[in-house]
């Protein structure tokens, strides 16, 4: 028997979540089971663990959309007992058993080895949060960084940190958009030249362009903030559009796409197939400074899960929570 965090939903729909003992013949179908070291706390994980997530089909369930730790056993001759492994996306934690656990059974197409120079519990400091980071920063690298500085919005949360410090260590001017006026230093000392009020640009846009402002974005936000920024990218420039912690509204208009060229970039990290999600995490071990990943994290136990699962829902958390799971 292991330890796991559960959720479950009463006959008035109500859910609950405990740390409870399972054993591993309750784990879901798999060809890969891990011994689970770290996991750790994204948006969506408040979601799975709240009440309203919409993302949980059935019940019980458990949460984390990621995690590393060591193969116990393989059904696929890709991965042996005892070699180091990640997993990010394929709705794990959401659709299938997650991270929140001591034990996990996953298809092994959906793990990848864990990459030279990162621990297993950098690589959960890093986490979906980080990863998707990484992905949104080769998105804009793919289409081209404009001259001035890089918009991070949601700076303080986990996406926008990750950001901050890799676009900076890779030589970028980080302008960082937070709404936690008390972040400023930690931002700072992650690598931003520049703090930007929330306010200044949560307003609904005026005018569709602005003038030209930010030689490309990483946008946590969506709704009114990624409006306005639209109409204050550089010519050509492009914004990786990656989360809606302000809304999932988009009240822009096409102006900037027609008269400024700007390219608006999609970014899933769900779904990535395994060689994108190998080089993603090759880069990250290569291009964000392990000292910077330390002042991200805020360690936690599987019974903190609840209360921080709240907490990230209400844009509270700073940085990257890492959950050993076997504290
Ligand atoms: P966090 O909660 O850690 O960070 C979100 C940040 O957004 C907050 O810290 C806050 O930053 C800012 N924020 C929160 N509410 C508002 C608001 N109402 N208006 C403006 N800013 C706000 O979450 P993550 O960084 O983990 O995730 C960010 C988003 O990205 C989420 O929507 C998440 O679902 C999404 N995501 C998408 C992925 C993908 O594959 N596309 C993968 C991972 C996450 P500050 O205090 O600095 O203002």
Request: charged share 20%; proline share 5%.
């Amino acid at each position: 028997m292991f330890n796991a965090l559960v959720v479950n939903k009463n006959d008035e729909g109500k859910t609950s979540a405990a740390v409870e003992q399972i054993g591993l013949d309750q784990l879901p179908a798999g060809d890969v089971t891990v011994a689970v070291e770290y996991s750790t706390v994204n948006y969506k994980d408040g979601l799975c663990i709240g009440p309203g997530g919409g993302l949980v089909r059935n019940y019980p369930h458990i949460p984390g959309i990621d995690f590393a730790g060591t193969v116990e056993a393989s059904d696929d001759a890709r991965y042996k007992a005892g070699d180091k492994v990640v997993l990010t996306g394929w709705r794990v934690g959401e659709a299938h058993w997650g991270g929140y656990s001591q034990k996990a059974r996953v298809k092994a197409d959906w793990l990848v080895p864990l990459p030279n120079g990162l621990d297993t519990r950098q690589a959960m400091a890093v986490g979906t949060a980080g990863f998707t980071a990484m992905l949104a920063v080769m998105a804009l690298e793919d289409h081209g960084i404009k001259d001035g500085p890089i918009l991070v919005t949601g700076a303080a949360g986990g996406v926008g940190s990750v950001a901050t410090a890799i676009l900076a260590h890779l030589g970028h001017q980080v302008a960082a958009v937070t709404g936690r006026p008390e972040t400023a230093d930690y931002l700072t000392a992650l690598g931003a030249t520049q703090i930007v009020a929330r306010e200044e640009l949560n307003e609904t846009i005026k005018r569709p362009m602005e003038a030209e402002a930010w030689g490309g974005c990483v946008d946590a936000v969506g709704g009114d903030m990624l409006a306005r920024v639209l109409g204050q990218m550089k010519y050509g420039a492009s914004v990786s559009a990656v989360g809606l912690a302000g809304g999932a509204g988009l009240p822009a208009t096409v102006i900037p796409f027609l008269l400024r060229g700007v390219n608006l970039l999609g970014i899933d990290s769900v779904m990535q197939p395994y060689e994108n999600r190998l080089r993603a995490w090759e880069r990250i071990a290569k291009d964000l400074p392990m000292d910077k990943l330390e002042a991200m994290v805020q360690p936690a136990t599987l019974s903190d899960l609840p209360g921080l699962g709240r907490d990230i829902l209400k844009g509270q958390v700073k940085g990257r929570v890492v959950v050993n799971v076997n504290a």
